[in-house]
């Protein structure tokens, strides 16, 4: 297996990323890194590739060229041990991935106790823990089918930092929600950020990514189109087809 330190103290390196499906290649040189305690907001258009970036990141899909480090191992060497890589990544999707026949605490137990050999009374300490992190800590003999969608979305965040993972990747965690739950799920995000988790996030909330993103990335077309501050990217974006998109986002009823 190869592992080769990462620069400076980055968790996250993306090196020449490319991905194709067939011909269509969706990802194209890529270069990006997120460094340990940095909020890291990926905003684009539907098509742009920010969702397929964040899955190359554990391998859930394979690039098609370019190396992908974490936490300093190249998960795109094929001797690269990939489950314990992901043993320190939670994710969390846009849908929940709950499953439906077991108990909130049970779905956030699972995969500690099936990957991480961790064992029961711990299990259930660190999951009773991250339930009452984000505010459901009464709901742990609750089944998937009885929250609303933004409480399971908040377990499926629960569970993930319950394998106490050094990094966080979010697929627009709140595009399923409806409006008037969307608040819940960003505020446990927020404080995500405060207590300094290293954070991937592709949203669409540009609210959110303004006020905790540490630095913001346009996608287009499969290429980092403009990143920096949030103020900058997305304040006074400096490429025409950041500033085009942004107008479109932030004032859908302007007339063009």
Known sequence: MSTTPAAGDDVVVLDGLVKRFGDTEV????????????????????????????????????????????????????????????????????????????TVIENCTVAQRKVAKVG????????????????????????????????????????????????????????????????????????????GMTMLVVTHEMAFARQVADRVVFMDGGVVVEEGPPSQVIGAPREARTRDFLDRVLNPTHER
């Not at 489950?83 to 990544?89: F, I, P, S, T």
């Not at 009773?128 to 409480?151: C, F, I, K, T």
């Not at 930092?161 to 927020?190: K, Y």
Request: hydrophobic share 40%; aromatic share 4%.
């Open 120 to 195: 029961k009374a711990e299990a259930e300490r660190r999951a009773q823990a991250n339930l009452d992190r984000v505010g459901l800590g009464d709901r742990g003999g609750a089944y998937p089918a009885e929250l609303s969608g933004g409480q399971q979305q908040r377990v499926a965040i629960a569970r993930a930092l319950s394998m106490e993972p050094d990094l966080m990747l979010f697929d627009e965690p709140t595009s399923a929600l409806d409006p008037e739950l969307v608040g819940d799920v960003l505020e446990v995000m927020r404080d995500l950020a405060d207590e």
């Open 27 to 102: 990802l194209t040189g890529i270069d990006l890194e997120v460094r340990r305690g940095e909020v890291v907001c990926v905003i684009g258009p539907s098509g742009s590739g920010k969702s397929t970036l964040l899955r190359c990141v554990n391998l859930l899909e394979q690039p098609s060229g370019g190396r992908v480090l974490v936490r300093g191992t190249d998960v795109t060497d094929p001797d690269c041990d990939i489950d314990a890589v992901r043993r320190h990544v939670g994710m969390v999707f846009q849908g929940f991935n709950l499953f439906p026949h077991l």
